[in-house]
């Protein structure tokens, strides 16, 4: 039973990786499209309160999709969830990356939030669910450095794509992170199943 609840250290840490990365580049996005709000303004003739919804609207829906994530986790598997935020956060960086409006730009963003919103607790949980207590600490110090260097690497990122490429490029580039994510993700993310939720729960 001990062993059970001890798996492989190696492929812990890589799972929680693959979640750190989808969750560091939900917080990247954020902050290396304000960069871009200056540019955004003119492309789509709108006014500044106007485009700060781009964050508003972001951080909204993150708060309203982080508590309600504790209830999916209780529901779901966590692998299922996993896919599912990989899936979302995907589908709203392709919009972005695409976008052709500031409607279709403000979706994308709310579609991100979304994915980003469903990664932070199951991170939080795959850790004190699954890690050994005397490895939970720096489990968890990996989700606080994640937090803390993605606001602070964010600028700097949307500063040089704004210098060489246009804002379009802050969406590309996540494109391959986020395959990176899926596959290290589907291979080591634990499954976690709590009373009361899908049948055939696994120990």
Same mark, same amino acid.
Not at 64 to 74: E, L, T
Not at 94 to 102: D, E, M, S
């Given at each position: 039973?001990e062993?059970a609840?001890?798996?492989?250290?190696?492929k812990l840490?890589?799972?929680v990786?693959?979640?750190?990365?989808l969750?560091?580049?939900?917080i990247?996005s954020?902050?290396s499209?304000n960069?871009?709000y200056?540019?955004?303004m003119?492309?789509?003739?709108?006014? +500044?309160?106007v %485009?700060q919804?781009l964050? /508003? $609207?972001?951080? !909204?829906?993150?708060?309203?999709a =982080?508590?309600?994530?504790?209830?999916?986790?209780r529901r779901?598997?966590t692998?299922?969830?996993?896919?599912?935020?990989v899936a979302?956060?995907?589908?709203g960086?392709?919009?972005?990356?695409f976008?052709?409006?500031f409607?279709?730009?403000?979706? +994308?963003?709310? %579609?991100?939030?979304?994915? /980003? $919103?469903?990664? !932070?607790?199951l991170?939080?949980? =795959?850790?004190?669910?699954k890690?050994?207590?005397?490895?939970r600490g720096?489990m968890?110090?990996i989700v606080?450095?994640?937090t803390c260097?993605?606001?602070?690497?964010g600028p700097?990122f949307?500063g040089?794509?704004?210098e060489?490429?246009n804002?379009h490029?802050?969406?590309y580039?996540?494109l391959?992170f986020?395959?990176i994510?899926?596959?290290?993700?589907?291979?080591t993310?634990p499954?976690?199943?709590?009373?009361g939720?899908?049948?055939?729960?696994g120990?």
């Amino acid at each position: 039973m001990e062993s059970a609840k001890r798996p492989a250290g190696a492929k812990l840490v890589i799972a929680v990786v693959a979640l750190a990365i989808l969750t560091f580049l939900g917080i990247l996005s954020e902050t290396s499209l304000n960069i871009a709000y200056s540019t955004l303004m003119r492309e789509f003739a709108v006014s +500044a309160s106007v %485009v700060q919804w781009l964050t /508003t $609207g972001y951080l !909204l829906l993150l708060s309203v999709a =982080i508590p309600v994530s504790p209830f999916m986790v209780r529901r779901f598997a966590t692998k299922a969830l996993f896919v599912v935020a990989v899936a979302i956060f995907t589908l709203g960086t392709l919009i972005g990356a695409f976008a052709v409006n500031f409607p279709m730009l403000l979706a +994308a963003r709310l %579609v991100m939030a979304l994915g /980003t $919103g469903i990664s !932070l607790p199951l991170i939080t949980n =795959i850790i004190l669910e699954k890690a050994p207590l005397e490895r939970r600490g720096t489990m968890l110090g990996i989700v606080s450095l994640v937090t803390c260097a993605a606001p602070a690497i964010g600028p700097v990122f949307g500063g040089l794509v704004m210098e060489w490429l246009n804002w379009h490029w802050i969406f590309y580039t996540m494109l391959p992170f986020l395959v990176i994510s899926l596959v290290l993700g589907m291979a080591t993310v634990p499954e976690i199943r709590h009373a009361g939720g899908s049948k055939g729960a696994g120990a």
